[in-house]
């Protein structure tokens, strides 16, 4: 899963032109794999799971692990997680025959509803299989229930991510540097904080005022950070770029993953936004609100499609390409994804966002187990 504690762009971004994502219209994700994991092991330690035939509880959780993401999507808060939990537990029947065992759940998904997440109970001691039965036919139904809590529970604790880039004036001629750190603005000078250096330079704004001095600069030496004018013409730099490959096995028609990838009521179906996508080469395309843009480069039915493809939080006119081969393996959809020219920076959520956003989505809506 994307990055996002470490600064990734959202799969979804915002077309203001000051960057803010207002309301939470647009797709904010949050990576809370090491929070949930720590979360989920402190809730179940020493949980009470039944007391009435048998004293039941689990008592840790020594293993879990997977992927979890923080989402909102128009105001609304969710959770996508797929984990793999094994827990520890004991029981007694009147204080004797005392049991200890395993809860193992190995595919915890948010795709899939709780109640019917697979849960395994196994046990070890006297008269193991009266208390394991037990546990089978009440405690699983607990379990669930408490995972439901658990959930819930962690969902109201977040708050809504915030992705809001600082905001400025450009008919100030002042833009944000790649080192810099803050922005300041106000009505009579511009300081921009970097954190490369102590001294401290003073640009005196004169856009307000009416009269024709010349700015003002002032420098002196502090242990406050750098600030600095930043230059009004546009700096064009290459954009480094790199290439990920994806190969997924649906167990599906090829034709039905083929519509999946072409046809934009089923894009609009499993993206759950709007989706523009037609089957003409030349023509232009656009998904997820039309956060992602681009071009049909070429098609064979069934076979290929090969795209330019680009956020709209790309440079200007800066598309990558990607190439989708389907092909039909052991009576199952194989599809390889080659996708170039990703500016290296957007490596990460791109190669996420493929994940989470298309294969996942296509399991969740059109139920095309799959592996990669």
Known sequence: MAKIGEGDPRWRVSERQDGKNVNSWHWEEKDITKNLIRKIKEFYAEREILKDEAFCKITSVP???????????????????????????KGTIDNENHVTGEVRIPSLESDTKIDETKVAISGNGNNAEIIRQIMIQKGITEI???????????????????????????????????????LINSSDKVMLVNKSNSDVTLVQNNNNNNNNNNNKKTTSSSPSPYIIPISTEPKKKKIKTKTITQIVKFSAPTSEIYECLIDSQRLSAFTGTDASISRDVGSKF???????????????????????????????????????????VDNK????????????????????????FFWRRIKGTFGYSYTM
């Open 144 to 182: 669930k229930e408490s995972l439901k809590a658990f959930f819930q529970e962690l969902l109201d604790s977040y708050q809504t991510v915030k992705a809001e880039l600082p905001s400025f004036n450009t008919e100030e001629g002042i833009k944000i540097d790649e080192n810099a750190a803050q």
């Open 63 to 89: 293993m879990a692990k997977g992927e979890a993401l923080y989402c909102v999507r128009k105001g609304r808060k969710f959770l996508i997680y797929d984990l793999n939990i094994k827990m520890k537990w």
């Open 286 to 328: 656009k998904l997820f609100d039309g956060n992602i843009e681009g071009e049909i480069v070429e098609l064979v039915p069934n076979g290929k499609i090969v795209q330019k493809w680009r956020f709209n939080s790309w440079p200007e006119n800066h598309f990558s390409v990607v190439t989708l081969k389907f092909e039909t």
């Open 333 to 356: 959809c194989k599809v390889t994804l080659k996708h170039g020219r990703i500016p290296s920076d957007d490596v990460q959520r791109t190669k996420e966002g493929w994940k989470n």
